[in-house]
């Protein structure tokens, strides 16, 4: 609803400012002239394109963002096997370090599992 409202005000604006705003003016571009073009199009086609592309730049940093995104979280995933895996693997090492022990005829750590 709000922006319903907002694009109805805008409206409004838009042709407020373009039924005031009718003077012919003549645009140089380097070597093109441009005659006779209304000023309110002077002043809100630039407008309008570099909205246009603010946005686009807008999506495009939006979907870089993503991508790194999801990047991250496939390493993250990653990460955490392996550590399950070494981790797995320190504990079979303290099991055999401790069944090593025994079998030699070391007195039982305090510590040990």
Known sequence: MATLLASVALGVLFALFATQNTSPVT???????????????AILIPLLT?????????????????????????QMKNLKKELAEVTKDAHKFQLENTKLKTENGNPEDEDSI
């Open 27 to 41: 645009l140089n571009f380097g070597g093109r002239t441009l005659a006779n073009i209304p000023i309110y199009l």
């Open 50 to 74: 570099g909205l246009t592309l603010a946005l686009l730049f807008h999506i495009v940093k939006g979907l870089s963002q993503n991508l790194t995104i999801s990047e991250q979280k496939d």
